[in-house]
């Protein structure tokens, strides 16, 4: 008997969902569990399961047609084998009508004028966009590969998506402590691995691309840059706006050095479509993506060499979190080499030697993570007028820049280079642009996070600073994660929490945690430093749930004043 293909219910709001294409024709051959559609809803996009094996028999809708939820929209089963008729698509419900390209309150315009041009789609770009046409603006925005930018593409989500698989490795290789029998050896299959990356990749972009169809935002695509104050110039074709943001971007930086070129070198780009584990891995810089790809590629079966030229890994950090990371990636079979200055990248028999100022390394592949810079093609023929610095587009608090019309997000102007600041850029740029006004972008406390096993977060003054800024002195109080009940019983007991508050009055100054859950906790902390909530009240006002994580939070803060509970008492000095 035929199986019937249905449009999905994929949560409790989803009343229909919009069909993008079929990847199956009728007659071919489906696999169970194997993709035959891609659709899209308000929410995202994603492609759908054949919940059986056969052939496709009949398709009753096509590319662009909206489908209420269990609606029959085919059937799959044995060549030759006759399927019910389909029920007529007028018994279905209207589709809602698209959302107009503007609000009634904002003047007609012709077909390429608006009030909103974005230069950029990745989150301070596709934000902006999003706000802009949500605050009444017809607006266009100009995405040279895939919306999402380096963050959805090739950062963020791909190296989270490794880093879970990486975990998972983790899990299976603790779980004979917790008296479960594995059996089997594991393995990595890379291409796999891959795979799921890219799957995870294609449905956020997706659901991105569906955000700004929904939102009546115009998308082009190809590379743009500005013509003049007003125009943006894409693929010989010319648009005029208002106003415009630009959200351009950063690439990875390529150290300057003899055998930089070697086949062998990769960035964080290339790394991540890689197929196969390098037996032997080395990595040039200590900070983020470098210290992220080194516990990826240790749980997959790499030696992994971390060189760095600072003395400390993810040296921007507080001093305890890098002491802690260190440990952690030397745990993990990485040899972490720090105060290394690298000369060149020489050839040995088709194999690259990273060459330091004290010692060579011979591996296999070179990940370059020194960092990145801002990427500036978009600025075109203003690039002489739009003010620059150390290769950064100049902001002032608004977003805008020397141009007055013109605002720049996210890393092009350098201020912070996280998606998250890019978010929060990206929002005020826009109801600035929309609305004339000079809402400042307040960007005091942005969290940074590493997302390693355990995860480490950090926000506020490091401890080093906050000394220097308070001569007078400062309160440190610290929580150890072994002594919490919820992260022994999850057998996560490395780590901790360390608040540092002013001596007068107890403002919490900076936050610092390692822990199972840390990219999560920090949430608390940047809420409360926000709201100007002392350790004080942390301690003695906030209830926490218990066991949870977040009791080590609370128990710091008390910890600052001397008071906590489940840590044996300082010793008096």
């Known amino acids: 008997m035929a199986t019937e293909l249905t449009m999905p219910k994929n949560d409790m709001d989803m009343e229909e969902g919009t069909i993008v294409k079929w990847l199956k024709n ?32 009949a398709q009753f809708y096509q590319g662009g047609d909206v489908v209420p939820v269990n609606t029959v929209m085919g059937y799959v089963g044995e060549a030759g084998e006759k399927v019910p008729e389909q029920a007529a698509k007028g018994d279905a419900p209207a589709a809602e009508e698209p959302k107009a390209e503007a609000a009634a309150s904002v003047a007609e315009k012709k077909e390429n004028e608006y009030d909103v041009a974005v230069i950029g789609g990745g989150p301070a770009g596709y934000v902006a966009a999003i706000r802009a046409a949500q605050l009444g603006g017809k607006v266009i925005i100009f995405e040279k590969d895939t919306v999402g930018g380096t963050c959805l593409n090739r950062g963020c989500i791909p190296t989270k998506t490794y880093l879970k698989t990486a975990e998972y490795i983790h899990h299976i290789e603790a779980a ?48 743009a840059s500005l013509e003049d104050a007003t125009t943006v110039a894409c693929d010989g074709k010319t648009y005029k706006a208002d106003k415009i943001i630009l959200c351009g971007g950063s690439k990875a930086i390529r150290i300057p050095i003899p055998g930089v070129d070697h086949k062998d070198v990769m960035t964080s780009d290339e790394i991540l479509a890689m197929t196969e584990v390098p037996e032997r891995l080395g990595i040039i810089g200590g900070g983020v993506i470098g210290c992220e790809m080194a516990s990826a590629f240790s749980a997959f079966g790499s030696k992994v060499t971390i060189v760095e030229a600072m003395d400390r890994v993810v040296s921007m950090l507080d001093k305890d979190i890098s002491a802690e990371v260190d440990k952690t990636l030397k745990k993990g079979g990485a040899s972490v ?3 290394r200055k690298v000369l060149e990248i020489k050839d040995n028999g088709g194999h690259p030697v990273i060459v330091t100022d004290n010692g ?36 002032d608090d608004t977003m805008k820049t020397s141009v007055d019309n013109i605002y720049a997000c996210g890393d092009i102007n350098g201020r912070i280079m996280l998606a998250h600041s890019a978010f929060k850029m990206g929002e005020v740029a826009a109801e600035n642009a929309v609305k004339g006004t000079a809402v400042k972008c ?46 022994v019983a999850s057998g996560e007991t490395t780590g901790f929490i360390k608040v540092i508050a002013d001596n007068k009055y107890g403002q919490i100054l900076g936050v610092h945690m390692v822990g199972g859950v840390a990219s999560e906790m920090i949430a608390e902390a940047v809420a409360l430093m926000q709201m100007e909530i002392t350790v004080n009240e942390v301690a003695e006002s906030i209830i926490h749930a218990h066991p949870s994580y977040s009791e080590a939070f609370a128990e710091a803060c008390a910890d600052c004043l001397g008071m906590c509970i489940h840590q044996p008492p300082k010793k008096k000095k």
């Open 26 to 57: 009728v007659g071919d051959k489906v696999e169970k569990g194997e993709m035959f559609m891609e659709i899209e809803t308000d929410k995202t996009s994603m492609e759908i399961e054949s919940p059986a094996a056969g052939v496709l028999l």
């Open 176 to 223: 004979a402590s917790r008296g479960i029998v594995v059996n089997a050896e594991h393995s990595v299959d890379m291409p796999k691995v891959v795979a799921y990356k890219d799957k995870v990749v294609k449905q956020l972009t997706g659901g991105v691309g569906s955000l700004l169809k929904g939102n009546g935002v115009k998308l082009v695509s190809g590379e």
């Open 337 to 339: 080499n720090c105060g």
């Open 360 to 395: 060579e390394f011979e591996v296999d592949k070179v990940l370059l993570s020194i960092g990145r810079a801002a990427d500036l093609g978009c600025l075109g023929k203003l690039a002489d007028q739009i003010k620059t610095e150390r290769g950064k587009i100049v902001v």
């Open 442 to 487: 307040d960007l005091s406390y942005v969290p940074s996070c590493l997302y390693l096993s355990p995860e480490a977060a950090s926000v506020g003054l490091t401890e080093e600073k906050a000394k220097e800024a308070h001569p007078e002195g400062v309160r440190i109080g610290k929580f150890n994660m072994a002594a919490n009940g919820r992260s």
